[in-house]
């Protein structure tokens, strides 16, 4: 029996992972989305590894700039959720947010968990993802407590509760 998306989709909701916000820039113009997927491929040499929506202007600026960064967001950073999620807002997403860039020319977004700025290593396309690979030139961060995505709802550890109703990653 094949599985279908929404299956795969409802049966991932059960599982609580953090959010990460992967940025790029690439001449004037700055772009990010919200990662599929996360994970650290390798300690020594320092790899990770985002999984993006392969449809997006990120995916293309990442393969223009050979660069991006991953921003994993802390429970008080719920706000960035809605404008990284929302596909109408691509393009001006930056427009009325604060944040700076790292040497590689990548937006970071302040106040996160960690900011892991990347070299590209790789990129391989997988039915609708972008997989990129990247070596970490730089790290950012604060300890606070991240935002997580749990049954399609942003949360935090500290109430457990979601953070607000209105932000689902889905």
């Known amino acids: 029996m094949a599985i279908n998306a929404s299956q795969l989709e409802r049966s991932l909701h059960h599982w609580a992972e953090g959010v990460a916000i992967v940025t790029t ?5 700055e772009n990010g989305v919200i990662a599929q997927s996360f994970a650290v491929v390798s300690y020594e040499p320092a790899l990770v590894l985002v999984g993006i929506d392969a449809t ?6 990442i393969k223009r700039s050979k660069c991006f960064a991953v921003n994993l ?19 001006v997403r930056f427009e009325n947010i604060h944040y700076w860039t790292s040497n590689t020319g990548c937006p970071i977004l302040p106040g996160s968990v960690s900011s892991l700025s990347c070299k590209l290593v790789k990129s391989h396309l997988y039915g609708d993802s972008a997989l990129h690979i990247g070596r970490v030139i730089e ?5 606070k407590k991240p935002l997580l995505d749990y049954k399609g709802k942003c949360r935090g550890l500290s109430s457990g509760k979601a953070a607000e109703e209105r932000n689902s990653l889905v």
């Not at 008080?76 to 999620?85: G, R, T, Y």
């Not at 790290?139 to 300890?143: E, M, N, R, V």
């Open 25 to 29: 820039s690439h001449g004037n113009v």
């Open 56 to 61: 997006t202007n990120t995916h293309s600026l």
């Open 73 to 91: 967001l802390a429970e008080d950073q719920v706000k960035f959720v809605e404008v990284f999620a929302d596909a109408s807002k691509e393009g």
């Open 139 to 143: 790290l950012f961060g604060d300890a």
